[in-house]
Nanobody
């Protein structure tokens, strides 16, 4: 059974940083592409960024480019999301997701496995 477990969320002030982690088990980690999504209260889940299986390619939504960085450690079966220069509009539940395919896609329906989410709250 595939499990994704996020950690690292919290309450921070605008301009602060956080690092989210997502540990994956039950799957050969290097065979899955990984994505990060977020869902703010009352809004649809949106793609934040994704990373290829070997970590050689990353993709981001425009609103986080230059502030967020995705990385992965295949030896530790973990993907990370570094959040810098946080803004109040980044407040959301952040989810990691995995898909059994080489392509990094940006829609939630394309992902096969999901974590439970971790709350990030940014105060102004």
């Amino acid at each position: 059974q595939v499990q994704l477990v996020e950690s690292g969320g919290g309450l921070v002030q605008a301009g602060d940083s956080l690092r989210l982690s997502c540990a994956v088990s039950g799957r050969t980690f290097s065979s899955v592409t990984m994505g990060w999504f977020r869902q703010a209260s009352g809004k649809e889940r949106e793609f934040v960024g994704g990373i290829s299986r070997r970590g050689s390619s990353t993709f981001y939504v425009d609103s986080v480019k230059g502030r967020f960085t995705i990385s992965r450690d295949n030896a530790k079966n973990t993907v990370y999301l570094q959040l810098n220069s946080l803004k109040p509009e980044d407040t959301a539940i952040y989810y990691c997701a995995a898909r059994d395919n080489v392509l990094v896609l940006t829609t939630a329906q394309d992902y096969d496995y999901w974590g439970q989410g971790t709350q990030v709250t940014v105060s102004s």
